[in-house]
């Protein structure tokens, strides 16, 4: 539940992948995409992310068998329902 904090995600995606010893695997939890209510409008972060769109990006940076499934639901005070995923990758 941290990449939707940082700006430039897809930069933090390539140095992880650099700090791993070869074969190791990199998890990532985080929103699905969401209408920003999440953090509130005023949050500088991104809306959540697309896993599709995400393991796209990984491949780019040559991780390797990255496989996402749905793992939980935040149910906030306000009734709202936030999913979260859970995505694999291998280096």
Do not use: Q
């Amino acid at each position: 539940m941290v990449l939707h904090h940082i700006n430039d995600f897809e930069g933090i995606i390539n140095i992880f992948n650099s700090l791993l010893n070869p074969g190791g695997y990199l998890e990532i939890a985080d929103l699905y995409p969401e209408d920003g209510s999440f953090n509130g409008l005023d949050a500088k972060v991104h809306l959540g992310f697309d896993p599709d769109e995400l393991t796209e990006i990984l491949k780019m940076a040559e991780f390797k068998n990255i496989e996402y499934k749905t793992c939980f639901e935040v149910n906030r005070e306000s009734g709202k329902n936030y999913t979260v995923f859970s995505l694999l990758a291998k280096n």
